[in-house]
T-cell receptor
C-alpha cells in the first residue's frame, strides 16, 4: 500500500533559525496536504499542493511539491516560538482512495 | 473553532465497559472520518463515511463500531477494549472524500485501564 515517510522525526532549532521537513511517497501522488498540530491540540490544515513543481508561500512558510509528485517539503524561515508543533504531510495517490499521513516532524523552537 | 466538536474530551474506561464517542460537524460536509493517534505513530485512519455510507474500514477490530446516522454526526461505539487502545481519537470532516482538506475536532483522549 501507499506509504508516506517524513524526515526528520524531531527537530530542535534556535529561534530565528530556518527549518525544513521533507515528505516522500512510495507512489506518485495526486495531491499533498500539510497540517500542523500544536502540543495538546489537533491537526489543522495548512495548504494543499496539486501541480507538479508547485510552490506556495504563506508568510514565512514555503511549501513545495516535487516535479515527480512523489515528494514535498515545508520550509520555515526565521522560526518563532509560535511555530512549535508537529507538522504532518498527507497525500492521496496511486490505488489509495484515502489520505495517507506521514509520521510527522516535531519542531521545538528554543528561545 | 473548527466547526467539528467531539465529546467527551477525556474518557477513562475499564476493559469490560461500553462507551461511545460522539462527533458533530457544523460545516455542511459530506465526508467524516475517525482517526486514532497514538504516541510516536502516524495518524491511523479507522473509518470513512461519505454521504452516511461507510466507504473505508481499515482492518479495525470489531470492538470498535462506527455509526453515522446523518452527514453531521458520527459515533464510535467502544466495547471490551484493550489497554493498547488507549490513544487520542480524532474525528474529521471534509467537503467530500480524498481531495479536500480535512477539518479535525479536538479529539477524545481515551485511557483503557
Amino acid at each position: 500500500g501507499q506509504q508516506v515517510m517524513q524526515i526528520p522525526q524531531y527537530q530542535h532549532v534556535q529561534e530565528g533559525e530556518d527549518f525544513t521537513t521533507y515528505c516522500n511517497s512510495s507512489t506518485t501522488l495526486s495531491n499533498i496536504q500539510w497540517y500542523k498540530q500544536r502540543p495538546g491540540g489537533h491537526p489543522v490544515f495548512l495548504i494543499q499542493l496539486v501541480k507538479s513543481g508547485e510552490v506556495k508561500k504563506q508568510k514565512r512558510l514555503t511549501f513545495q511539491f516535487g516535479e515527480a509528485k512523489k515528494n514535498s517539503s515545508l520550509h520555515i524561515t526565521a522560526t518563532q516560538t509560535t511555530d512549535v508543533g508537529t507538522y504532518f504531510c498527507a497525500g492521496t495517490g496511486g490505488s489509495a482512495r484515502q489520505l495517507t499521513f506521514g509520521s510527522g516532524t516535531q519542531l521545538t523552537v528554543l528561545p | 473553532e473548527t466547526g467539528v466538536t467531539q465529546t467527551p474530551r477525556h474518557l477513562v474506561m475499564g476493559m469490560t465497559n461500553k462507551k461511545s464517542l460522539k462527533c458533530e460537524q457544523h460545516l455542511g460536509h459530506n465526508a467524516m472520518y475517525w482517526y486514532k493517534q497514538s504516541a510516536k505513530k502516524p495518524l491511523e485512519l479507522m473509518f470513512v463515511y461519505n454521504f452516511k455510507e461507510q466507504t473505508e474500514n481499515n482492518s479495525v477490530p470489531s470492538r470498535f463500531s462506527p455509526e453515522c446516522p446523518n452527514s453531521s454526526h458520527l459515533f464510535l461505539h467502544l466495547h471490551t477494549l484493550q489497554p493498547e487502545d488507549s490513544a487520542l481519537y480524532l474525528c474529521a470532516s471534509s467537503q467530500d472524500r480524498i481531495s479536500y482538506e480535512q477539518y479535525f475536532g479536538p479529539g477524545t483522549r481515551l485511557t483503557v485501564t
